[in-house]
């Protein structure tokens, strides 16, 4: 079955970066997409970005201030999300998501989520 | 981008009753690219409906999607205890990708 498992959580000072991971199984890794949605603290689902694993490439909502960075590497099934500059409105739950290798669609699996703090 | 927005913004219903949940976009979403989601606390989401209409594996068929162009709809047909939790909808037509802001179905 596929399973997308996560990082653990992290607390990040303002202006910081961090690197959250996505191992995944259960299904051919370098024929899928991932996107990376993310939820502040009681708050909705937030679209980031996608990437395709066949051939790298994005789209990215712009929603980052500091920017981020989607990659993946495929002998190791997993998939990165680099946040830079963090702020503390970055503080929330990350989650990655398999997606469509073309173009990003529906959402059918997705990870535990990775919890994001930033604080000063 | 698109906006979508949902209605109610909370929907308070016993068990067994129907719910009717809206999604509205703010421009037409084309070949209903338009999902539904429920998520649970503490839990990530779960896909319930793509395509507009088309139930996701292992989903009950008491949830049902329908609409086209700009106005989706979910319904619930008969609520189950499990079913009170919320509601997102997506549309993945148009970049960037955009989420509702989510219906909370609640014990009456």
């Known amino acids: 079955q596929v399973q997308l498992v996560q990082s653990g959580a992290e607390v990040k000072k303002t202006g910081a970066s961090v690197k959250v991971s996505c191992k995944a199984s259960g299904y051919t890794f370098s024929s899928s997409g991932m996107t990376w949605v993310r939820q502040a603290p009681g708050q909705g689902l937030e679209w980031l970005g996608w990437?395709?694993?066949?051939?790298?490439?994005?789209k990215d909502a712009q929603k980052v201030q500091g920017g981020l960075t989607m990659t993946a590497d495929t002998s190791t099934s997993t998939a990165y999300l680099e946040l830079r500059s963090l702020r503390s409105d970055d503080t929330a739950i990350y989650y990655c998501a398999r997606d469509n290798v073309v173009t990003p669609m529906f959402l059918e699996s997705w990870g535990q989520g990775t919890l994001i703090t930033v604080s000063s | 981008e698109i906006v979508l927005t949902q209605s109610p913004g909370t929907l308070s219903l016993s068990p067994g009753e129907r719910a009717t949940l809206s999604c509205r976009a703010s421009?037409?979403?084309?070949?209903?690219?338009l999902a539904w989601y429920q998520q649970k606390p503490g839990q990530a989401p779960r896909l319930l409906i793509y395509g507009a209409s088309n139930r996701a594996a292992a989903i009950p068929d008491r949830f049902s999607g329908s609409g086209s162009g700009t106005d989706f709809t979910l319904t619930i047909s008969g609520l189950e205890p499990e079913d009170f939790a919320m509601y997102y909808c997506?549309?993945?037509?148009?970049?960037?990708?955009?989420f509702g802001q989510g219906t909370k179905v609640e014990i009456k």
């Open positions: 421009v037409s979403v084309r070949s209903d690219y």
């Open positions: 990437i395709s694993i066949y051939n790298g490439n994005r």
């Open positions: 997506q549309q993945y037509d148009r970049s960037p990708r955009t």
